[in-house]
């Protein structure tokens, strides 16, 4: 019997997940992650994601990522950009610069980090640090899938930079294989835009 379980070991589970608004409208670009009962978990060594700068913006808008990883922050457009984040979670800047930054950036205390550039002030992102590797973004029909969920006890939270109020966590006991199903209420206020001037107007 142990010989069988071995060669046939216990699939992964995954969780669906939907975000809408208090007028039920969908969600999008909120963080729906799941935190084992047991602990956070850090990124192994050496994991990275990028944030890059497009059209001075921050893509993507949001991030998520594991407590552990580096963030590394390209510069895609033809003037330069000062990242920056004041955030309790990791204070950092990345002083003016073009193309690939000299370094990146370690993020190892879970929390939300505003983005900002010293120059554009436009210019705002949002990445969100968990000590978990279950996570996943809403699309622009609020609906996310978390995937190669192992079995356990989890509490599934849902975050979004708009809310006005934190959504309440659902505690949740996953079976292997299985793919339940969690609809989230998220009371959020809308992005407002701000002014970007004509790229042949700046100077940086």
């Known amino acids: ?54 059209d001075r913006e921050f893509v993507p808008y949001v991030s998520v990522i594991q407590s552990g990883t580096t963030v590394i922050f390209p510069n895609r457009d033809p003037i330069l950009h000062h990242v920056y984040s004041f955030s309790p979670p990791k204070p950092f800047e990345i002083k003016l610069y073009s193309g690939m930054p000299p370094r990146g950036e370690l993020f190892d205390k879970p929390g939300v980090v505003a983005l900002g550039c010293n120059i554009h002030d436009w210019m705002i992102g949002y990445l969100l640090v968990v000590a978990t590797p279950y996570f996943a973004k809403t699309d622009a029909s609020g609906a996310a899938r978390l995937r190669e969920v192992p079995a356990g006890g989890y509490e599934v939270r849902v975050w979004h930079p708009q809310q006005r109020s934190a959504a309440e966590p659902r505690p949740l006991a996953l079976e292997a294989a ?27």
């Open 1 to 54: 019997m142990l010989a069988s379980a071995l060669a046939f070991p216990a699939r992964a589970a995954s969780i669906e997940a939907r975000v809408h608004d208090s007028a039920g409208k969908p969600v999008a670009d909120a963080v729906v992650y799941a935190m084992p009962a047991a602990g956070g978990i850090d990124a192994r060594a050496g994991k990275t994601a990028a944030i890059e700068q497009i």
């Open 178 to 204: 299985a793919s339940p199903s969690l609809a989230f209420v998220v009371d959020t206020a809308s992005r407002k835009a701000k002014y970007k001037p004509p790229l042949d107007t700046l100077r940086y």
